[in-house]
């Protein structure tokens, strides 16, 4: 009877909907008897793929937990130590800047009770939990009546009062003109600039000392010692493509640790040791292209690799050239590639976008082979080896001199040892910037360094761009709205891990309405349209679109001009007034308790718009006629102004 009634109020409050409600976590629970007395409560929670559920045990600032909640006012039983919970995965999240554990596939939580009254058959207990995706979290409650004989009885099997059903009519907003808008299409990735950006570290190693004298040598050699000039083209190309495909295999074993576990490579890009590890070898390879050492791999391995290229001959002889090759290049090409994992490990997209970067790379590498063993005579035009590459090599080392603080700054946000705050690691950058521009304006030398000539037209560019660099980088240091460097996002540490003071009352300081009712009755009086924000405290990608998508010039402007901004917290856990608390039906039969202001907000969001995800993003006016379709998570600043644009434009249309 009562999942009919909860059906029935599903249709009176809700209408046809334009996107649908997730459940990505089902509980299930089962009592184990140890004895009269005493008894396991288990809950088992089954995850969507895609999906986690965190741990119980978050510091304070961090995401919603999973709380239990026994239900015990007449202290008829008690619990025997605390829930018990199956091993997390843990990692560090730059968001919150903490460590945290979350369960993917499955969550297994266990109880013990003892029973104090022999008449007690059923406890009843509150689970509150958050799940989250790469896109979105969804902040739920689940009630469950547990028989101590093992029955499991309807989630949540309290009556539903006349007053019940009147509160969750009210939540209903009667919003109009949904029928206009279509879903929301989500946009698939590419993977095309991480593939750009792994071709341009080629070329840029392609100008170090440990290849660029190589292509006209090799090229040389397959021309010359051919049969034919066309067996001399093949046999280059196939060098090309062999370089190539190393760098590609290079990335296979990262799919491999990839299927086993999804978060493995996050784990691997956010571990402390590991990051420091990274910071010291990048500073030993910055050292080593400023002159003051030479590192290489073993000769014994490129004597060996060699000596298997002339030895076999053919197709087998002309790869082990290829990886003969590859070793050689290592002290130059080593640093590059060690940018590339560290930059594709923390990405969303891992090992593929690895491969991809690898195999722009390795493409960047190849294709000067092939190109001048089918033109031969462009070999002519090619500059001459000499001290130019040097200064290539110091311009590296500068580079990765900044990149190691990268790293460096990865441990330092993990453990909170308050090291590298913004403006300091920005301070590090500038140094390096100022003295990439000194040594190219021939005021710093290093041991590899000719006599001083006059400044090459290449040393002056390169020179103006680095001072152009150091003047871009000082807003870094300060407080100010320019402070927010978003041509280097993802580098840096995170906006709020600042020297400044950064708290706000609304993100970006704009002026936000946390209450529905009064953010419409503002709206109705200044004459303005609705962006109503369904938010968390906890929400990942919500802080992400305020800094990233917000924060820009003409977002801010047409959100804090042009709109009333209403943004309710589906995870505020502020107690609501007693009159104001009621028990939802929901139309599966289960209870979910109104309690707080994030239960009343999240109960709003799915009564209203049939989704429970965040960030979820509604237009409309004081009247609640929809103005354009409603949006979720959305990277993209050109694709999200031109939606705020459009939503004014439908309502000055409506007026």
């Not at 965190?54 to 015990?72: A, H, L």
């Not at 990692?91 to 919150?96: A, E, N």
């Not at 190693?205 to 290849?211: G, I, K, Q, R």
Request: proline fraction near 5%.
């Amino acid at each position: 009877m009562k999942k009919v009634l909860g059906i029935l109020i599903a249709l009176l409050v809700t209408s046809s909907a334009f996107s649908q409600i997730i459940q990505p976590v089902i509980w299930e629970t089962e009592v184990k008897k140890i004895d009269d007395s005493n008894f396991e409560l288990i809950f088992n929670a089954s995850i969507e793929k895609g999906w986690s559920i965190y741990s119980q045990f978050i510091d304070e600032g961090g995401p919603i937990p999973t709380v239990f909640t026994f239900d015990n006012p007449n202290n008829e039983f008690e619990l025997v130590g605390k829930v018990e919970e199956g091993k997390p995965i843990t990692k560090f999240d730059k968001i919150f800047e903490m460590e945290m554990s979350f369960f993917f596939n499955e969550a297994i939580f266990v109880q013990k009770i003892r029973r104090l009254d022999p008449g007690l058959t059923d406890i009843t207990v509150l689970v509150e939990f958050q799940t989250c995706d790469d896109e979105k979290c969804i902040f739920e409650t689940e009630n469950f009546v547990i028989s101590l004989e093992g029955e499991v009885t309807d989630h949540g099997s309290m009556q539903v009062t006349a007053r019940d059903i009147e509160k969750t009519k009210a939540l209903n907003i009667a919003l109009k003109g949904r029928e206009k808008f279509e879903d929301p299409v989500k946009k698939e990735k590419g993977l095309v600039t991480i593939f750009l950006l792994g071709f341009l570290g080629g070329m840029i190693a392609l100008l170090t000392p440990c290849v660029f004298p190589m292509i006209p040598l090799t090229v040389s050699y397959f021309t010359k010692s051919a049969k034919n000039r066309q067996n001399g083209l093949a046999n280059a190309v196939m060098y090309g493509f062999f370089i190539f495909l190393i760098y590609v295999l290079l990335s296979i074993p990262f799919h491999l640790l990839d299927s086993l576990d999804p978060e493995i490579l996050n784990n691997i890009s956010t571990n402390v040791t590991l990051n420091i590890i990274f910071f010291v070898v990048f500073i030993v390879f910055a050292f080593s292209f400023f002159g003051f050492y030479e590192i290489t791999l073993p000769s014994s391995w490129s004597a060996k690799m060699d000596s298997k290229a002339t030895n076999i001959g053919g197709i087998i002889g002309i790869f082990f050239m290829a990886l003969t090759l590859a070793i050689v290049s290592f002290s130059c090409t080593g640093p590059i590639l060690g940018t590339l994992l560290g930059s594709s490990l923390t990405s969303d997209g891992g090992a593929m976008q690895l491969s991809f970067g690898m195999g722009g790379f390795g493409l960047a590498l190849a294709w000067p082979f092939a190109l001048f063993a089918l033109f031969p005579n462009l070999l002519t035009s090619l500059p001459k080896s000499g001290g130019w590459m040097n200064t290539v090599k110091v311009v590296l080392g500068f580079i990765e001199l900044g990149l190691a603080f990268k790293f460096l700054s990865n441990a330092d946000l993990v453990e909170h040892w308050g090291l590298l705050k913004r403006e300091i690691f920005f301070g590090i950058w500038i140094l390096c910037a100022l003295g990439m521009a000194l040594y190219l304006f021939g005021f710093i030398r290093f041991p590899h360094d000719g006599p001083k000539k006059k400044l090459p037209k290449g040393n002056i560019i390169a020179g103006v761009l680095s001072i152009s660099f150091f003047i871009y980088l000082l807003p870094g240091l300060t407080n100010s709205k320019y402070a927010n460097l978003k041509l280097l996002s993802g580098f840096p540490p995170p906006l709020f891990y600042s020297i400044y003071d950064k708290g706000t009352s609304a993100p970006l300081g704009l002026e936000a309405y946390k209450d529905f009712d009064k953010g419409v009755s503002v709206a109705k009086a200044e004459g303005k349209p609705i962006m109503l924000d369904f938010t968390g405290w906890a929400c990942v990608n919500c802080r992400k679109m305020e800094e990233q998508v917000w924060s820009e010039p003409e977002i801010f402007k047409i959100i804090s001009e042009e709109y009333i901004l209403i943004s309710l917290y589906v995870d505020d856990r502020k107690e609501l007034k007693e009159e104001d608390r009621f028990d939802y039906l929901k139309p599966n039969g289960s209870i979910k308790k109104i309690s707080t202001i994030g239960d009343k907000w999240a109960t709003f969001q799915t009564v209203n718009f049939q989704n429970n995800s965040q960030p979820y993003y509604i237009l409309m006016d004081a009247e609640l006629n929809m103005l354009n379709k409603p949006i979720a998570y959305t990277p993209d600043t050109k694709e999200y102004l031109k939606w705020l644009r459009k939503g004014v434009k439908n309502f000055s249309a409506e007026k």
